[in-house]
Nanobody
Framework: QVQLVESGGGLVQAGGSLRLSCAAS????????MGWFRQAPGKERDILAA????????YYADSVKGRFTISRDNAMNTVYLQMNSLKPEDTAVYYC?????????????????WGQGTQVTVSS
């Protein structure tokens, strides 16, 4: 069973950037599509971006399209989320997730493995 650990969250001013990392252990993620989600207080956990196992396909939610970029380094067993032009409404706990398929899923239920989350706070 894969273990995922997110890092890179923190406090940033509006307009700033952060790069989140998701390091996988216990097994390779080279055959797993990966996703980034976020959950703000009192809200659902929503998908932000996803990437296929080899990185050929990506998906972005409309709310982050053009600002966030998902990427992966299978040799390092790590997935990244570059976040630019951050807004206060981006404040949330950000989660990395993996699924037992090479293909992207847009659904939260499509992912079997989850990290513990990392807090991102954007001040105005």
């Amino acid at each position: 069973q894969v273990q995922l650990v997110e890092s890179g969250g923190g406090l940033v001013q509006a307009g700033g950037s952060l790069r989140l990392s998701c390091a996988a252990s216990r097994r390779t993620i080279s055959r797993s599509a990966m996703g980034w989600f976020r959950q703000a207080p009192g809200k659902e956990r929503d998908i932000l971006a996803a990437i296929s196992s080899r990185g050929f396909s990506t998906y972005y939610a409309d709310s982050v399209k053009g600002r966030f970029t998902i990427s992966r380094d299978n040799a390092m067993n790590t997935v990244y989320l570059q976040m630019n032009s951050l807004k206060p409404e981006d404040t949330a706990v950000y989660y990395c997730a993996a699924r037992d398929s090479v293909y992207i899923s847009h659904a939260r239920d499509g992912y079997e493995y989850w990290g513990q989350g990392t807090q991102v706070t954007v001040s105005s």
